[in-house]
């Protein structure tokens, strides 16, 4: 994750609204991405999240608000905005009887690279997304781990200002999800990428900042950094050989709620911090309740999205 982002504004999306006939899908949203940033666009089924995308791509025209790429207005100047976006799409428009080398010069051709600069491009793309040693090799004979890659290099081909990902390891094997989450973060140190993902985790490994739209609204733009700082409620897991009632569990400083999932399990909404933790340990061993396991919950992203997309907090 990059932790120095340089300010210049790369996307620029200004109160940005789309309708299908009288229905609103996207409604007055506005946000920017800073060159060097990992942006994360989160939002569960038909929240807007998709059409959203495919207006910063220029694929759709938003109905009211402005979006700019790298300064150049979307609707004036698309050519000269797109030059400047890079896109894998879930489903990456790989050609599988073409080798990898022969479907990288197809892209870059597309992307109006000259021929002069043409072997430089493939090299420079298959080197970022090690690729190297599989030029030759037909694209239906690689794994879904490598085909990615190959989708990934086609999106920075001609060396974008920005990288949009739609869900880049949808149905990949846990080492290749590993693998393309490094490549992304790398990426984030030359372009600035928006990914978008259902998987809260992944966000929160490669991404500087997280957006979640909820029925067509933006309703967090928050830094990843701050999120985790904030004082919230967090839950708590915890075993005890020896329990208590529940009421003298919730009974103890800093405990807001408490639910028993097991014979022995619990757990406990608290106050962010150490010290409500340290009360629960120490009274735990003063009253012989022979506590055996207790796990902080650090996943605060995923409590905000459930929180945010049911409606159980404001924006």
Request: charge should be negative.
């Amino acid at each position: 994750m990059n932790s120095t982002i340089n300010r210049e504004i790369l996307i620029s999306v200004d109160h940005v609204s789309r309708y299908y006939g009288g229905d609103c899908a996207v409604d007055d949203v506005s946000f920017t991405v800073h060159r060097g940033e990992v942006l994360g666009f989160l939002g569960p089924n038909g929240a807007g999240k998709s059409t959203t995308m495919q207006m910063i791509c220029g694929v759709l025209s938003p109905s009211a608000g402005q979006i700019t790429v790298a300064g150049h207005d979307l609707i004036d100047s698309p050519r000269a905005a797109k030059q400047h976006i890079g896109f894998l799409p879930e489903r990456p428009p790989l050609y599988q009887d073409l080798n990898v080398d022969e479907y990288l010069c197809y892209a870059a051709r597309l992307r109006g690279i000259k021929k002069s600069e043409l072997k430089d491009a493939v090299t420079y793309s298959k080197q970022r997304c090690g690729l190297d040693e599989t030029g030759k090799r037909l694209i239906k004979n690689l794994s879904k781990g490598y085909q990615q890659r190959v989708g990934i290099a086609q999106a920075i081909i001609h060396s974008p200002a920005v990288v949009i990902m739609d869900e880049p390891t949808s149905g990949l094997d846990p080492n290749q999800i590993l693998e393309i989450r490094e490549l992304i973060s790398e990426l984030g140190n030359d372009h600035s990428v928006i990914l978008s993902t259902h998987i809260l985790p992944e966000v929160q490994s490669v991404c500087d900042r997280v957006l979640i739209i909820h029925q067509g609204r933006l309703v967090l733009d928050e830094s990843l950094d701050k999120l985790q700082q904030d004082d919230q409620i967090r839950p708590l897991k915890i075993a005890l050989r020896q329990p208590p009632p529940l009421e003298v569990l919730g009974e103890i400083e800093g405990v807001v709620n408490i639910e028993q999932t097991g014979n022995h399990h619990f757990k406990i909404h608290c106050q962010s911090g150490i010290s409500t933790i340290n009360r629960i340990t120490k009274l735990a061993v003063e009253s012989e309740w022979e506590l055996y396991e207790i796990i902080p919950e650090q996943d605060s992203l995923e409590e905000t999205f459930v929180q945010l997309t049911r409606g159980e907090i404001s924006e």
